[in-house]
């Protein structure tokens, strides 16, 4: 069996080890994952990651930092250990980890990072995390429809991303597999599709707006 990423191709017989991927599962965990370009990570990050920690009941979220995300330009891109760094600053406490699997998997999707990770962690709950800004252009991500149905998904409301997120592609697509916000810390137990919109106190920190502000110092 092959699991097909855009880098490479990984057999099965040469499936990343937990010591590869720089972290271990256990059966039965519940474990969000939480991807993005983080550049650079900042408190609403934090606030995403710690919302859905809670909120899912979680035993883990893992902060999956890209090598370069598609639909971004490299050139504003910072290097990955930069932004390693900056999320290791947000992710705190035992229960986050921050993790550079999809450039040790040489994966650049999303759908390739789920199926590796769901074929090498049988037996642990996955979520895919994610803020309601992604859930607005999610449409736009190779294979998005895919992703829905790999693994129970939630959304953490975001500043001025609430009404283009519940109206998006993928909210209306999917509206048959919304679940009330009340079934959230059961999500992960969900047969997918199924997917949870949260919401809560706002954050109003952006990776855009730091940027602009580092440029102009």
Known sequence: MWFAG???????????????LGFHLEPGMRVGLFGGSFNPAHEGHAHVAETALHRLNLDKVIWLVSPQNPLKSSR???PLAERMDEARRWARGSSMIVSDAETR???????DTLRVLKARFPGVKFVWVMGADSLATFHRWRGWTQIMREVPVA????PWAALKARSSPAARRFAFARRPASAAATIADADVPAWVYLTGPLNFASSTALRAR????
């Open 6 to 20: 855009p880098a490479r191709l990984v057999p099965e017989a040469g499936r990343p080890s937990a010591h590869r």
């Open 155 to 158: 959304v953490v409301s975001r």
């Open 105 to 111: 998997l040489g994966s650049q999707y999303t759908i």
């Open 76 to 78: 504003e891109t910072r």
């Open 214 to 217: 580092q440029t102009k110092g």
